[in-house]
């Protein structure tokens, strides 16, 4: 059984910085794509980066230069760093996995997905 747990986040002022963090059990992420995804209040999920199996990225133009998304193999644990951040950047957010190495930026292809971990970010 697959299970993707959130952690990290919580409430900064506008220029902190927080590292969330995905402990999978029951999958590696070796060979497969995981992704972080965020969803403010009243608006759709939106994907913010990316990681494919070989450890390759991906992160979205609202946040480049900004996030990081790396993992630790040996913990089994995504991580997104999130620096210089926005009030534009409250939301939950969420660490999600798919079944194959093919990655997107669309939540479809995700069939794994944790519960959030909310970030406020106050001006």
């Known amino acids: 059984q697959v299970q993707l747990v959130e952690s990290g986040g919580g409430s900064v002022q506008s220029g902190g910085s927080l590292r969330l963090a995905c402990a999978a059990s029951g999958y590696t992420h070796s060979g497969s794509c995981m992704g972080w995804f965020r969803q403010a209040q009243g608006k759709e999920r939106e994907w913010v980066a990316l990681m494919h199996g070989d450890g390759s990225t991906a992160v979205a133009y609202s946040v480049k230069g900004r996030f990081t998304i790396s993992q630790d193999n040996a913990k089994n644990t995504l991580y997104l760093q999130m620096n210089s951040l926005k009030p534009e950047d409250t939301a939950m957010y969420y660490c999600?996995?798919?079944?194959?190495?093919?990655?997107?930026?669309?939540?479809?292809?995700?069939?794994?997905w944790g519960q959030g971990t909310q970030v406020t970010v106050s001006s």
């Open positions: 999600a996995a798919a079944e194959s190495d093919y990655c997107s930026t669309h939540t479809n292809i995700y069939k794994f």
